[in-house]
């Protein structure tokens, strides 16, 4: 599966972002999806995951509350909805994909995502 990110761009604290995720090449529902993230001189970071089924979302504490990660499997699409956003929240987003997960569960481990798009920059101004 092929996963291209987009919508990142330069945002004050307090406003909104949605980034999408467009996957092709692949059967979404067979895949558990997720969003990392990745600030200048530290490691990726988990920001929330979805399960195929939907059933099943996590969201970092970090961002809980703010942000919301959403499947829709007519689109082939995964969101990120930024509410809120802080400038700590800088980073570039990364959307990643997982075929062998359960059908009710998505991982917070980055290392249990085989399929990773090119990530897209966010950058949350005070």
């Known amino acids: 599966v092929q996963l291209q990110a987009s919508g990142g761009g330069l945002v004050r604290a307090g406003d909104s972002l949605r980034l999408s995720c467009a996957a092709s090449g692949g059967t979404f529902d067979w895949y558990a999806m997720a969003w990392f993230r990745q600030a200048p001189g530290k490691e990726r970071e988990f920001v929330g995951a979805?399960?195929?089924?939907?059933?099943?979302?996590k969201t970092a504490d970090s961002v809980k509350g703010r942000f919301t990660i959403s499947r829709d499997s007519a689109e082939n699409m995964v969101s990120l909805q930024m509410n809120s956003p802080k400038p700590e929240d800088t980073a570039v987003y990364y959307c990643?994909?997982?075929?062998?997960?359960?059908?009710?569960?998505?991982?917070?481990?980055?290392?249990?995502?085989?399929?990773w798009g090119q990530g897209t920059q966010v950058t949350v101004s005070s």
């Open positions: 990643a994909a997982d075929g062998a997960q359960r059908w009710d569960y998505a991982s917070t481990d980055a290392r249990q995502y085989a399929y």
């Open positions: 979805v399960s195929r089924s939907s059933r099943y979302i």
